[in-house]
Antibody, heavy 126, light 111 residues
C-alpha cells in the first residue's frame, strides 16, 4: 500500500523556523519527484515546491524562494522542508505528495500529484 | 487570485450531470496536461483525473475530463450525494515564475 506520512507541524512565531518531514512507502521513492502542496484555512490548494528524484533539481513557488529549502534522503525514503522566516500567510496544512513530472513526445508536460499524505498543520502566530 | 479560474460552485439534482470549467492560458493549460482532484472536508485531496482525461484505478467512469485550447472541463454524470466535495484543477505553468498551479476550487452541491 502506498503511504505518505508528514510530521513536524506546529505553532511558531513570525520570523521563526520549522522543519517538516515526510516518509514514504509502497512505491519507489528514489525514482519519484516529490512535492509539498499547502492549503491555508478555508482556502484552496497551492503548490509550494518540488524536487527531482536525485535531488539536484528543485522548484519553489515565488513566495518561499530564498526562505525555504527542500531536500531528500533516498536511503531513508524521506523528504524535508526547512522553513525559515515564517510569516502569518504561511499558516496552512502542508501535504507531502508524490509528483508525476515528465514530458511527452510532443514536449507537453505531464504534472500531477497521485499520492497524498494526510497533511500537517503549520500555524504562524505570535 | 488563482492562476486557473473555476466557478465557486455548481449544483444539480441526484442523477443529473454537472460540468466544472477550468480556464487558463497559453503558458499553462494551453501547453500542458491537466489534472483534477476531489477533496472532502477535513480530508486530503485525491487524484481524480490526470493527463486531461485519464482516470486512476478505482475512479468510476462517471467522472471524465476533457481539454480544449486553454480550458479544461470535469464532468460528473449520474450525480450522487457522495459526490458533494470541492474539486480542483491543476497543471504546470511555463511562465516566468514557473511552477505548479491550481484553480480556486469548485464546490459541487447535490440538491
Amino acid at each position: 500500500e502506498m503511504q505518505v506520512v508528514e510530521s513536524g507541524g506546529g505553532l511558531v512565531q513570525p520570523g521563526g523556523s520549522l522543519t517538516l518531514s515526510c516518509t514514504a512507502s509502497g512505491f519507489t521513492f528514489g525514482a519519484s519527484w516529490m512535492s509539498w502542496v499547502r492549503q491555508a484555512p478555508g482556502k484552496g490548494l497551492e503548490w509550494v515546491a518540488n524536487i527531482q528524484p536525485e535531488g539536484h533539481e528543485k522548484h519553489y513557488v515565488e513566495s518561499v524562494k530564498a526562505r525555504w529549502t527542500l531536500s531528500r534522503d533516498n536511503a531513508e525514503n524521506s523528504l524535508s522542508l526547512e522553513m525559515y522566516d515564517l510569516r502569518a500567510e504561511d499558516t496552512a496544512v502542508y501535504y507531502c505528495v508524490r509528483c508525476r513530472n515528465y514530458f511527452d513526445s510532443r514536449g507537453q508536460k505531464r504534472f500531477y500529484f497521485d499520492y497524498w499524505g494526510q497533511g500537517t498543520l503549520v500555524t504562524v502566530s505570535p | 487570485q488563482s492562476v486557473l479560474t473555476q466557478p465557486p460552485s455548481v449544483s444539480a439534482a441526484p442523477g443529473q450531470k454537472v460540468t466544472i470549467s477550468c480556464s487558463g492560458s497559453s503558458s499553462n493549460i494551453g501547453k500542458n496536461y491537466v489534472s483534477w482532484y476531489q477533496q472532502f472536508p477535513g480530508k486530503a485531496p485525491k487524484l481524480l483525473i490526470y493527463d486531461n482525461n485519464r482516470r486512476p484505478s478505482g475512479i468510476p467512469d462517471r467522472f471524465s475530463g476533457s481539454k480544449s485550447g486553454t480550458s479544461a472541463t470535469l464532468a460528473i454524470t449520474g450525480l450522487q450525494a457522495g459526490d458533494e466535495a470541492v474539486y480542483y484543477c491543476g497543471t504546470w505553468d511555463d511562465s516566468l515564475n514557473t511552477g505548479g498551479v491550481f484553480g480556486g476550487g469548485t464546490e459541487v452541491i447535490v440538491l
